[in-house]
C-alpha cells in the first residue's frame, strides 16, 4: 500500500464518495473511523465539491461533527502550508480576536485510503453557520443587523492585518455567518502566514472578489485588501439601501454586488454605474474607491481602515469633491498618492477665453470709417467718369488688398486674437510635452504585455516540465510494482509447489528404501532343487550358466506358443538386465514353478520391509525442502526491498527534479515581482498620459472654437457696427 505524496494522481470526488461508503476501512483516524457521513437521496456520501477539493460531513460515533476536505489535485507542499498556518494560528490568543472566526483543523498527511492508496485529508471543526449570501438573502431588508455585520467584517479584516495573515480568498462562500452575527473563516488552502513569505500563491481567489491586477507572485499581508473593499462596500451599500441587493444581486450569483467584469471595465459597468450614482453619499464614495483601487498593483491597494469601518452614520464625514474622478477626501489617507503631475501638462490656464470682440479701439474705428470708402470711392469716380473702368477695377484691387492688410494687422493686435492665439501655442506645446510621456506608456504597455506573455509561457513550460517529472515517476513506480507482482507471483507458485514436491520426494524415497530392501532379500534368496518341485540340479545349473542364480536375477517368465500341429508352449526367463532366456528343458510347467518361488520370495521381503524412513534421511529431505521454501520467501521479501529502493530512487528522482524547478521558478518569481515593480514604478511615474493627452486635446478643440468665433468676419462686422 502506498501513500500519496504527490505524484500519484489524486482521486476524483466519485472516488472519494465511494470509499467514505465503508469509514471503517479507509480511516485510520480515530475519530473517522465508523464516522457516518451525511447521504444524499441515493443513500451515498453527499460532496460539497470545489475546484480542488471535495468536502464531506462526517459525524462520529461520539457525535462530534466534522468537515472532511478530500484534495482531488496535488498541491506542492501543501503540508508544510497547513503546519505553518496550524503553528500560526495556534498561538494567537482567543480573547484577542474580535469574534471566533478561526476553525480547529488537523492536516492528515495518509487520512484516507482510496484504490489502495493513500492520501491527505483535511480534518476540520463543523460550523453551524451560512454563507454570507445565505445570510444576506434572508436578512438583507434590516439594516441595522447588516450595518452591523459591517462592522464584524471590518473588525475581522483588522484581526487578519494585526497579525499579518491574508486568507487570500476572501468571498461569500468562505465567509459563515453564525447564529450570534460573527463570522466564521473556512478554506485555510491559499492563506499566507509570515512563515510563506517568499514563497508563491496556490490559488487566485474568487474572480469576482479579486483585483484585475493579481498575479501568483502576489504573496504576502496585502492578498485580501482589494477583496476587503470590495465586501465592505457590499455590505455597507445595502445597509444604506436594501433594494440594492435585490437589483444588482442575482439570485445564486457567484458574486455580492460587484463583479469582476465590473473591476476591469468600470467605465461600462452597470452595476457601478448604479452606485456611483446613488444618492447616499457612503454607497457613492465606496464604490468610487473600488473604481479607482481595480487596477492597482495589491501592494499599493491600503488595507481597509477601520476609522472608515467605524462609521456608523448614514454618511461617511468629510466634504465630497464635485469633480468627475476625484476620489472623496475622507479616503486620500488610504490610497497610494497620484504619481507627480508633469508641470507642462499641469500648467494653469489663463483664464476662460473671449467668445466675441469688445470695446472697439481708435484703429478698429477707423478701419470700420476705411471700409466704406474702400468700396465706394472707385465707384464713384467710375460714375462721374473721371477715371476708366479699368482704373476703376485696379483701384477696387488696391484698395481691397490695402483693406485686407490693415483688417488683418489691426485684428492681430486685439486683445482676443492675441489671447486665443497664445493659449493655442500653449496648449500645442503642452501637447508636444505630452506625446513623449504618451509614447512612454505605449512602450510600457507593450513591454508588460511581451512580459506577461513571457511569463504565461514560463509557467506553462513549468507546468510541463512538472507534469513530465510526474508522469515518469509515476512510470517507474509502475513498472517497479508491476515486476514485483509478477515476481512474487513466480514465487508463490514456486512455494505452493513445494508442498507436493516434498510429499512426492519423500514417497519416492520411502519406495526406493523399501525396494532396497527386497532387492537385498531377493539376492539372498538363491535357486534351489529342493525349493523348486520338478526342477533339478542340472536345471538350476543351466540357469547360474546364465547369470539367474538368485530370486533378484529375473523378473518374472513369458510364455510363447510354438504353434504348429502339436501347439507346444515355451516358457522364457525374463532377467533383470532385461534378456529373454529360453532354457532347454524349461517348458510352462517348470516356468510357472520358477515364477511362482519367486513371487513367494517377494512376498516374504515385502512383509518385512521397512514401512518408514531413516530418521536421517527423512531429516535430510525435510531439511532440504525448508531451505528451498526459506530462499523462496528471502526472494520475495527482495522483490519488496528492489521495489522499495526503486520508488525511492524514483522519488528522489521526482524531489530532486522538483526541487530544482521550484528554486528556478522562484528565481524567475523574484525577477518577475522586480520587474512588475519597476513596470508599477514607471507607470507612476508616467500618470496618465493618455489622459493628459486627452484633456489638451479637448482644451485645443475648445481654444479652435474660440478661434472660430474671432475670424476676420466677425471682426469687420465688429468694426463696422461694434458687436
Known amino acids: 500500500m502506498s501513500t500519496a505524496q504527490g505524484p500519484l494522481a489524486f482521486p ?44 464531506f460531513s462526517l459525524t462520529n460515533t461520539a457525535g462530534r461533527r466534522f468537515a472532511l476536505k478530500c484534495f482531488t489535485s496535488h498541491v506542492r507542499d501543501q503540508q508544510d502550508r497547513y503546519e505553518a498556518i496550524s503553528d500560526k494560528l495556534s498561538v494567537i490568543a482567543p480573547h484577542s480576536l474580535s469574534q471566533p472566526w478561526r476553525i480547529g483543523f488537523d492536516y492528515v498527511p495518509a487520512g484516507i485510503l482510496v484504490n489502495g492508496s493513500r492520501f491527505p485529508v483535511l480534518k476540520m471543526d463543523w ?34 492585518a494585526t497579525h499579518d495573515i491574508a486568507h487570500g480568498d476572501l468571498q461569500h462562500g468562505n465567509l459563515l455567518v453564525a447564529q450570534d452575527g460573527t463570522f466564521r473563516l473556512v478554506d485555510y488552502d491559499g492563506m499566507f502566514v509570515p512563515a510563506l513569505r517568499g514563497r508563491h500563491s496556490t490559488e487566485r481567489g474568487h474572480r469576482n472578489y479579486q483585483s484585475p491586477a493579481r498575479g501568483d507572485d502576489d504573496f504576502d499581508g496585502t492578498l485580501d485588501h482589494f477583496s476587503n473593499w470590495v465586501i465592505y462596500m457590499a455590505l455597507r451599500a445595502v445597509a444604506a439601501d436594501p433594494s440594492l441587493w435585490t437589483r444588482l444581486h442575482e439570485p445564486d450569483g457567484e458574486y455580492l454586488l460587484l463583479a469582476e467584469d465590473d473591476f476591469k471595465n468600470p467605465a461600462g459597468s452597470v452595476r457601478l454605474s448604479t452606485l456611483l450614482s446613488h444618492t447616499d453619499r457612503t454607497v457613492r464614495d465606496l464604490a ?58 499641469s500648467a494653469p490656464s489663463s483664464g476662460p477665453l473671449p467668445g466675441k470682440y469688445t470695446h472697439r479701439r481708435t484703429a478698429d474705428v477707423l478701419l470700420g470709417l476705411l471700409l466704406p470708402l474702400a468700396v465706394l470711392a472707385p465707384a464713384v469716380l467710375t460714375l462721374a467718369e473721371l477715371v476708366s473702368p479699368l482704373v476703376t477695377a485696379l483701384s477696387y484691387g488696391g484698395t481691397l488688398g490695402v483693406t485686407a492688410l490693415t483688417t488683418r494687422t489691426t485684428r492681430g493686435t486685439r486683445p482676443e486674437t492675441r489671447a486665443v492665439r497664445a493659449h493655442l501655442s500653449q496648449l500645442r506645446e503642452k501637447r508636444r510635452a505630452t506625446l513623449g510621456p504618451v509614447r512612454a506608456a505605449d512602450q510600457l504597455r507593450r513591454e508588460q504585455q511581451g512580459f506577461d506573455a513571457s511569463e504565461a509561457d514560463r509557467k506553462s513550460q513549468l507546468t510541463a516540465a512538472q507534469t513530465k517529472l510526474e508522469r515518469a515517476h509515476q512510470k517507474a513506480v509502475k513498472t517497479a510494482e508491476k515486476k514485483k507482482v509478477q515476481d512474487q507471483q513466480a514465487i508463490d507458485k514456486a512455494i505452493a509447489s513445494l508442498a507436493v514436491q516434498r510429499r512426492t520426494a519423500l514417497d519416492q524415497a520411502m519406495t526406493s528404501h523399501r525396494k532396497g530392501f527386497i532387492d537385498g532379500e531377493l539376492r539372498k534368496a538363491r ?9 533339478g540340479r542340472s536345471l538350476v545349473q543351466a540357469l547360474a550358466a546364465q547369470g539367474v542364480r538368485t530370486a533378484a536375477d529375473f523378473t518374472g517368465i513369458t510364455l510363447v506358443s510354438a504353434g504348429g500341429r502339436y501347439n507346444s508352449v515355451t516358457g522364457l526367463i525374463n532377467t533383470a538386465d532385461g534378456r529373454s532366456l529360453d532354457i532347454k528343458g524349461i517348458g510352462e510347467n517348470r516356468a510357472r514353478t520358477l515364477e511362482a518361488w519367486r513371487v513367494r520370495q517377494h512376498a516374504r521381503a515385502s512383509s518385512r520391509a521397512p514401512s518408514s524412513l531413516p530418521e536421517a534421511r527423512r531429516q535430510s529431505i525435510e531439511a532440504d ?3 528451498r521454501q526459506t530462499d523462496l520467501s528471502n526472494r520475495r521479501l527482495e522483490t519488496e526491498t528492489t521495489t522499495r529502493t526503486a520508488c525511492e ?18 528565481l524567475a518569481a523574484n525577477h518577475a515581482s522586480q520587474q512588475r515593480q ?43 457696427i461694434g458687436r
Open 527 to 535: 535357486l534351489h532343487e529342493k525349493e523348486l518341485t520338478g526342477i
Open 127 to 160: 460550523v453551524e453557520a451560512v454563507t454570507l449570501s445565505n445570510w444576506l438573502d434572508h436578512h438583507y431588508a434590516d439594516t441595522a443587523a447588516v450595518r452591523e455585520l459591517a462592522e464584524r467584517f471590518a473588525e475581522l479584516t483588522a484581526d487578519l
Open 649 to 666: 530512487d524514483a522519488g528522489k528522482k521526482l524531489r530532486s527534479g522538483l526541487a530544482r524547478l521550484t528554486s528556478e521558478d522562484r
Open 288 to 345: 468610487e474607491q473600488i473604481k479607482v483601487l481595480a487596477w492597482q498593483p495589491l501592494p499599493l491597494v491600503p488595507r481597509l481602515s477601520m476609522t472608515v469601518a467605524a462609521t456608523t452614520g448614514p454618511h461617511i464625514p468629510g466634504p465630497r469633491t464635485a469633480g468627475a474622478g476625484r476620489r472623496p477626501d475622507w479616503l486620500d489617507d488610504h490610497v497610494t498618492a497620484p504619481a507627480t503631475p508633469d508641470p507642462v501638462a
Open 678 to 720: 519597476q513596470f508599477a514604478q514607471r507607470a507612476r511615474q508616467l500618470g496618465d498620459p493618455h489622459g493628459r493627452l486627452a484633456a489638451v486635446e479637448s482644451e485645443i478643440a475648445a481654444a479652435r472654437r474660440s478661434a472660430r468665433a474671432l475670424s476676420s468676419l466677425r471682426y469687420l462686422r465688429f468694426a463696422l
Open 625 to 627: 525442502y525448508a531451505r
Open 12 to 55: 476524483s470526488g466519485r472516488e472519494y464518495q465511494e470509499a467514505l461508503q465503508n469509514t471503517a476501512v479507509c480511516f485510520l483516524d480515530r475519530d473517522l473511523r465508523g464516522a457516518l457521513p451525511q447521504t444524499n437521496k441515493l443513500g451515498l456520501p453527499r460532496p460539497i465539491s470545489g475546484q480542488f477539493a471535495s468536502v
